[in-house]
Nanobody, 121 residues
């Protein structure tokens, strides 16, 4: 069983910063790409940023230059540093692991439960 647990969400004023963390647990050998998605009320879930196991990154245009994704493979953890937050960044942020190799096999498309980010003055 693989679980992803996000933390770090909360309330922040426009222009502020937050750092999200996502820890993967279970009998994990390797994780391929990990990413952060977000979903605002009434909207679809969209990719925010992704990072491969070797550190290659990809960002949505709307967050380039403001958000930074990173990971610690030894800790099976991915981070999202969010700076210069805007009201339009407000959403539930979900962590995703693309392909997880575990002791009992391969799990694909693992999601966390989400963490709320509220940007408001």
């Amino acid at each position: 069983q693989v679980q992803l647990v996000e933390s770090g969400g909360g309330l922040v004023q426009p222009g502020g910063s937050l750092r999200l963390s996502c820890v993967a647990s279970g009998s994990i050998f390797t994780i391929n790409a990990m990413g952060w998605y977000r979903q605002a009320p009434g909207k679809q879930r969209d990719l925010v940023a992704a990072i491969t196991s070797d550190g290659s990154t990809n960002y949505a245009d709307s967050v380039k230059g403001r958000f930074t994704i990173s990971r610690d493979n030894a800790k099976n953890t991915v981070y999202l540093q969010m700076n210069s937050l805007k009201v339009e960044d407000m959403a539930v942020y979900y962590c995703n692991a693309d392909r997880v190799v575990t002791r009992s096999g391969v799990r694909r498309g693992v999601w966390g439960q989400g963490t709320q980010v509220t940007v408001s003055s």
